[in-house]
């Protein structure tokens, strides 16, 4: 059975992710905004990942990386 709720989320992998979300949640802003043209799918899809992306690695939780069976957390807990 798949522990969905054991960190699995560290390393580079967290680092990675904690650098890129804000970036991409801020590249969504100003898309939204108009400051960026991606239009709106672009804006969107920079919100969504940058968001998904920020709190997998700040709660250090990712369902998809359970579901792989990928875990780049060198402490279980």
């Given at each position: 059975?798949?522990?969905?709720?054991?960190?699995?989320?560290?390393?580079?992998?967290r680092k990675a992710r904690l650098v890129v979300g804000p970036?991409?949640?801020?590249?969504g802003l100003a898309a939204v905004v108009g400051a960026i043209p991606?239009?709106?799918v672009g804006a969107i899809a920079a919100l969504v990942v940058g968001a998904i992306l920020a709190v997998t690695g700040a709660v250090q939780r990712c369902p998809l990386n359970a579901l792989l069976g990928v875990d780049t957390c060198p402490i279980d807990g």
């Amino acid at each position: 059975m798949v522990k969905l709720m054991q960190k699995n989320v560290g390393g580079m992998d967290r680092k990675a992710r904690l650098v890129v979300g804000p970036i991409l949640l801020l590249v969504g802003l100003a898309a939204v905004v108009g400051a960026i043209p991606l239009g709106t799918v672009g804006a969107i899809a920079a919100l969504v990942v940058g968001a998904i992306l920020a709190v997998t690695g700040a709660v250090q939780r990712c369902p998809l990386n359970a579901l792989l069976g990928v875990d780049t957390c060198p402490i279980d807990g």
